[in-house]
């Protein structure tokens, strides 16, 4: 008895390990496809990735949840002047003492160092407003893009364009108060909005061309109608020097965004952008965005 019970256990054994043998060899058994990484763990404390093409969401974190989004801020800057009809990208704007003054009183903002006097073109205004991420020159576009017989009144419709435009593309919690991030209490977006606003902005080619630049070297026209050669503008997106086929777009910082990152890269045909808001430092931010890439490239 013992013997034919021990002999039935074998057999259902062995049938069991030739059974799971088959399933194995077919993969029937497999736990999960190979293309299934797991989503990575970021500083940031917020983040979104999206394809560029569908929209499709790729990777979120705190994705709809506000916060201050430092220089970032000038993407809208600069979609706003290069939604003005008929523009003209070589007229020229002449830097007023406000403008500098505006940088020393706060605390040495980042700027592209234009000179009071100074005639720049539109196209370099936008270049110092991207690469070197200018107050001054966010300043200059403001005033020269809005309406009104006042400089206060110019800035403060130049920002409710922002507003506007942000409504007519559904960023449903971001909301303007500078043309430059430097709030004052109601500057804030959200990782999805930014992406969306980045991607609306990217179908422009002036913009893709500017945001893409690692460097520009400015020539302006000085008060006797000479010629200035600037020092030139770096671009102060890393990922331009970091990643392969990395496309833009900008960085923002400051004390209560902490370091953010919206950015894009094109591979084999596939453009991936995203965001990171409030991360702890620039390395932290860098990586962030290269995991979040990295990521979203897998998808």
Known sequence: MITRIQGTRLRRAAA????????????ALTVAPAQAASAPSIAAKGGYVMNNATGKSLYTKAADTRRSTGSTTKIMTALVVLKQ???????????????????????YASNAKLIVGDKVTVRQLLYGLMLPSGCDAAYALADKFGS?????????????KMNTTAKNLGLKNTHFDSFDGIGHGANYSTPRDLTKLASAAMKNST??????TKKYTAKTTTKTGGTRTMAAWENTNPLLSSYSGAIGVKTGSGPEAKYCLVFAATRSGKTVIGTVLASTGPEARKADATKLLNYGFTR
Do not use: C, H, P, W
């Open 148 to 160: 009104g017989s006042t400089r206060a009144a110019r800035v403060k419709s130049f920002i409710g």
């Open 207 to 212: 913009f893709r061309t500017i945001v893409k």
């Open 16 to 27: 069991v390990a030739v059974t799971t043998g088959a399933m194995l060899a077919t993969g």
């Open 85 to 107: 009809s008929n523009l003209n990208m070589d007229s020229k704007v002449t830097i007023q003492k406000a403008y500098s003054e505006y940088i020393v009183d706060n605390n």
